[in-house]
């Protein structure tokens, strides 16, 4: 058995990814030994567009030593399943900047568009495998989430066009519309304590200064996060403290506005400012047009962390 894997914890991109290629690896090699698990618990909005388009969610796979594994949607050990140091890694398929040392060779492909679905998806249509309907669906709304409806700055050409593809695929008529849709279900923090809404959408990064923590919340209204920002900022510092992390920071993405909300705990704070460009007041600052974690926030962090 080969099992495909997205990032811990993951998103709906790294789920709908191992969903997406496992069956993809299964039908154009005609086998059954693909298998797609999750590291971790999925967020709301995987759950929910899993069940809207009649798909189970994976097995939970906790610990990766001794199997033989594909990793999608990331390639940094530190976003990796627990026990990938033991694993047997015999692929990998992704669209972030590539870190990753191996002591052998491996199938590595990574391509600078806004999704791994959208690799995935162009693999369907290139060897000319059958997509349902549901997969459409599911590999259409991952898309839509990582490319932010294709307003974010990682969003490109090929994305777009996939997605017009796929929605044809889908039956859906309105992409724009069905993307809303899952925004609001992805923003709304109602049911969420601090510790979930930070945990959402978050990743580790091992810089030379130390650990750091990034978070991101992407919201169609700022206001509704606001009245919690004192209690979530309480919470990073909690966790920066109890996990030893350097700085730990939660954005809230207004992708109406196009603009997102930092809030920041760190040990050295006037090094942070001078990354992001901006003065903090009590941990927080707005940043107009800042809405992409890869593209915008954690190069100016790595240039003044990692060196
Ligand atoms: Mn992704």
Redesign the pocket.
């Known amino acids: 058995m080969i099992y495909i894997t997205g990032h811990k914890p993951p998103?709906l991109?790294?789920v709908a990814?191992a969903i997406s290629f496992a069956n993809f690896k299964n039908k154009s090699e005609k086998t059954n030994q693909y298998k797609a698990i999750i590291p971790s618990k999925v967020n709301q909005e995987t759950a929910y567009v899993l069940k809207k388009f009649n798909f189970k969610i994976p097995v939970l796979l906790k610990n990766a030593k001794g199997k033989n594994l594909i990793l999608v949607?990331h390639n940094e050990f530190s976003q990796a399943i627990d026990g990938i140091e033991k694993a047997n890694i015999i692929e990998i398929l992704d669209?972030?900047k590539v870190n990753f040392k191996y002591e052998k060779p491996i199938v590595f492909e990574v391509k600078p568009w806004g999704?791994?679905c959208s690799i995935i998806a162009e693999k369907y249509f290139q060897n000319r495998i059958k997509i349902s309907k549901e997969m459409a669906g599911l590999i259409l709304s991952a898309i839509l989430v990582?490319t932010v409806i294709t307003k974010s700055p990682t969003c490109t050409p090929k994305d777009i066009e996939i997605i017009k593809k796929l929605s044809s695929l889908a039956k859906i008529a309105d992409w724009k519309k069905f993307g809303m849709e899952i925004f609001k279900v992805r923003s709304s923090v109602v049911n969420l304590s601090s510790k979930e809404i930070i945990k959402s959408d978050f990743k580790d990064f091992d810089f030379k200064a130390g650990k750091f923590g990034i978070g991101q919340v992407e919201t169609v209204d700022l206001g509704e996060i606001k009245p919690l920002e004192g209690k979530l900022l309480l919470e990073l510092e909690k966790i920066k403290k109890a996990r030893n992390y350097h700085t730990m920071i939660l954005f809230i993405t207004d992708i109406i506005k196009g603009g997102s909300e930092f809030l920041v705990a760190s040990n050295e704070q006037k090094k942070i400012e001078k990354a992001l460009g901006a003065e903090l007041k009590q941990g927080r600052v707005y940043l107009k047009g800042i809405i992409s974690r890869k593209k915008q926030v954690t190069p100016g962090l790595s240039k003044i962390f990692d060196r």
């Open positions: 998103d991109d790294s990814g949607d669209h972030h999704s791994v990582d």
